[in-house]
């Protein structure tokens, strides 16, 4: 009885942890393009850098770079990222 308890309990610790796993798995932060999980004043760098063909993106970064949502990565995407990166404005 106790080694099935053990084992339920086991279980449950197991279900529990998969679904906080699931949860902490957010999408993709807009802005954030070096995808190291903060806006900063390099993903503007990076943004802009892009725009003017200086540097490859994958598909991935492309698609938090583009922070106006407009399919395209241009200045005014790395000009917003660098606004919200120093708290001038607080969303895209
Ligand atoms: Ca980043
Ligand atoms: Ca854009």
Known sequence: MLKRTAMFSLSLIIAIAAFAANCEAAPPLL???SGDGDVSAYDASLAAQY???LIPLDAESVQRADVT???DVSAYDASLIAQYAIGLI???
């Open 31 to 33: 802005g954030d393009v």
């Open 51 to 53: 725009a003017i063909g």
């Open 69 to 71: 949502g407009n399919e």
């Open 90 to 92: 607080d969303g895209f």
